[in-house]
């Protein structure tokens, strides 16, 4: 089993920067792919982020591309993603997600535990 925590969500106004964090528990941890995926109200949970198990391998949404950061520390157990620039369209709740492979990947089939989410609000 492995669980995860995210924090860090909360309002912020256009143009501003968010940090979250995940902090993971359990086995296998450091030796997984890690992803960020976003769900906003009526619409399907779509992918944001990912990394590899070492993170020498990011990939990203176009919609994020340049303004959104992922990184991890396999020391502290922890994924972070930098969100610089954002937009109201950025709004939604955010999960952290444990990939059963040690690669990066977008496909959400690929990920086997997920966070309870943080909610994301870019609003004036």
């Known amino acids: 089993q492995v669980q995860l925590v995210e924090s860090g969500g909360g309002l912020v106004q256009p143009g501003g920067s968010l940090r979250l964090s995940c902090a993971a528990s359990?086995?296998?941890?450091?030796?997984?792919?890690m992803g960020w995926f976003r769900q906003a109200p009526g619409k399907e949970r779509e992918f944001v982020a990912t990394?590899?198990?070492?993170?020498?391998?990011?990939a990203y949404a176009d919609s994020v591309k340049g303004r959104f950061t992922i990184s991890r520390d396999n020391t502290k157990n922890t994924v972070a993603l930098q969100m610089n620039s954002v937009k109201p369209e950025d709004s939604a709740v955010y999960y952290c997600?444990?990939?059963?492979?040690?690669?990066?990947?977008?496909?959400?089939?690929?990920?086997?535990?997920w966070g309870q989410g943080t909610q994301v609000t870019v609003s004036s």
């Open positions: 359990g086995r296998t941890f450091p030796i997984n792919g």
């Open positions: 990394i590899s198990w070492n993170g020498g391998s990011t």
């Open positions: 997600a444990h990939s059963r492979k040690p690669s990066m990947s977008s496909d959400l089939s690929d990920y086997d535990y």
